[in-house]
């Protein structure tokens, strides 16, 4: 059954947690706990797009997207250091184009038409949530 839809796509939308990378999915660790919780992670990224978890998008005027990862800071790590870090760049794994390549494998129906994409990864602020901030880039209307 296709469910993909042009229509009714937010053009931004905020996915709650913290980002996901795409797992190397093999016919060996299909079943295993990463690859699962990737799973999870599409529905929800899916959910947060297009109101269905199953839904993918299949919109031709759909030509790019930007990603802002807002990642939650270890708890192991000093206040000092958290304070340091917070909302400077993230420049540790998941890696940003694993990021991207995980949202736009569960959004997209086809995601070879997406032909601009930019990536951001940030250390979350103290009272900040973890979440990703996803914005499409889409072709007006003609008139």
Same mark, same amino acid.
């Given at each position: 059954?296709? #469910?993909?839809?042009?229509?009714? @796509?937010?053009?931004?939308?905020?996915?709650?947690?913290?980002?996901?990378?795409? =797992?190397?999915?093999? #016919? &060996?660790? $299909?079943?295993?706990?990463? @690859?699962?919780?990737?799973?999870?992670?599409?529905? $929800?990224?899916?959910?947060?797009?297009?109101? +269905?978890?199953?839904?993918?998008? %299949? *919109? =031709?005027?759909?030509?790019?997207?930007?990603?802002?990862? #807002?990642?939650?800071?270890?708890?192991?790590?000093?206040?000092? $250091?958290?304070?340091?870090?917070?909302?400077?760049?993230?420049? &540790?794994?998941? +890696?940003?184009?694993?990021?991207?390549?995980?949202?736009? *494998? %569960?959004?997209?129906? +086809? *995601? $070879?038409?997406?032909? @601009? +994409?930019?990536?951001?990864?940030?250390?979350? #602020?103290?009272?900040?949530?973890?979440?990703? *901030? @996803?914005?499409?880039?889409?072709?007006?209307?003609?008139?």
């Amino acid at each position: 059954m296709d #469910h993909s839809v042009t229509a009714a @796509v937010k053009s931004s939308f905020t996915i709650l947690g913290n980002p996901q990378g795409k =797992p190397r999915i093999t #016919h &060996q660790n $299909k079943f295993s706990d990463s @690859v699962k919780k990737y799973w999870q992670w599409a529905d $929800k990224v899916r959910e947060a797009a297009t109101g +269905d978890k199953e839904t993918k998008i %299949s *919109d =031709p005027r759909i030509f790019g997207i930007i990603i802002c990862a #807002h990642c939650e800071m270890p708890e192991s790590w000093a206040q000092k $250091k958290r304070d340091a870090l917070a909302g400077t760049l993230h420049q &540790q794994k998941p +890696d940003t184009d694993n990021i991207g390549k995980g949202i736009k *494998d %569960s959004l997209f129906a +086809d *995601d $070879k038409e997406i032909c @601009v +994409d930019f990536y951001f990864k940030f250390w979350c #602020h103290a009272d900040e949530e973890p979440r990703v *901030d @996803v914005f499409i880039l889409r072709m007006p209307s003609p008139l």
